[in-house]
């Protein structure tokens, strides 16, 4: 049975910068896009983006600027995970995140079991 | 982007009642080319990550009680629970999945027990 599992975390400080990491146990990782998405506190879902094996990537090009320019999603086929990378957080990055199994054109089947994320000095 | 509306914001229903939730895209999610609504519902408890429910916009996930269903098809969905359980208390996203970036979700239905 397919599992994502993450980790990272979870106390930031004013600028420091968020790094979460997301592993597929128990099935093909191959085949996939991956997504990253966030709940800020009392809000609805946002995606952030998706990259599959290949290192193909797309990003929400409706994300606020200050937080496109400070994302990055990445991935290490050999142990099967994909990362985050926001830099530079501030508390308007605090939210839970989750990773999950799907994106553009196929719908988020499998996901983590989220992470939250708090930002404070 | 695609922007979706779900309605009503909340919903209390009696236990064994029916709950019906609506979202509506700004422009349509069918694909002419195999005919599929690229639709998803997931549900949401405390403490929890999304749950995906429904795909193909009444595609039943595996292992979900039938007592859930989709329909609807272009821009108007509605999800049904038909006889609500305890268990069933939640936050009811919907979701599209259509060609191009961005996916974006509805705003959430809170659904309660009356």
């Known amino acids: 049975q397919v599992q994502l599992q993450q980790w990272g975390a979870g106390l930031l400080k004013p600028s420091e910068t968020l790094s979460l990491t997301c592993a597929v146990y128990?099935?093909?990782?191959?085949?996939?896009?991956y997504s990253w998405i966030r709940r800020p506190p009392g809000k609805g879902l946002e995606w952030i983006g998706e990259i599959n094996h290949s290192d193909n990537t797309n990003y929400n090009p409706s994300l606020n600027p200050s937080l496109k320019s400070r994302v990055t999603i990445s991935v290490d086929t050999s142990r099967n995970q994909f990362s985050l990378s926001l830099t530079s957080v501030t508390a308007a990055d605090a939210a839970f995140y989750y990773c999950?199994?799907?994106?553009?054109?196929?719908?988020?089947?499998?996901w983590g079991q989220g992470t939250l994320v708090t930002v404070s000095s | 982007d695609i922007v979706m509306t779900q309605s009503p914001d909340s919903l209390a229903v009696s236990l064994g009642e029916r709950a019906t939730i609506n979202c509506k895209s700004s422009?349509?999610?069918?694909?002419?080319?195999?005919?599929?609504?690229?639709l998803a519902w997931y549900q949401q408890k405390p403490g929890q990550p999304p749950k995906l429910l429904i795909y193909w916009a009444s595609i039943r996930e595996s292992g979900v009680p039938d007592r859930f269903s989709g329909s609807g098809s272009g821009t108007d969905f509605t999800l049904t629970i038909s006889s609500l359980q305890a268990e069933d208390v939640a936050i009811y996203y919907c979701q599209q999945y259509y060609s191009a970036p961005p996916l974006t979700f509805g705003q959430g239905t809170r659904l309660e027990i009356k």
């Open positions: 128990g099935g093909s990782f191959s085949g996939y896009y």
């Open positions: 999950a199994r799907g994106g553009v054109a196929d719908r988020l089947a499998l």
């Open positions: 422009q349509s999610v069918l694909v002419r080319s195999n005919s599929q609504n690229y």
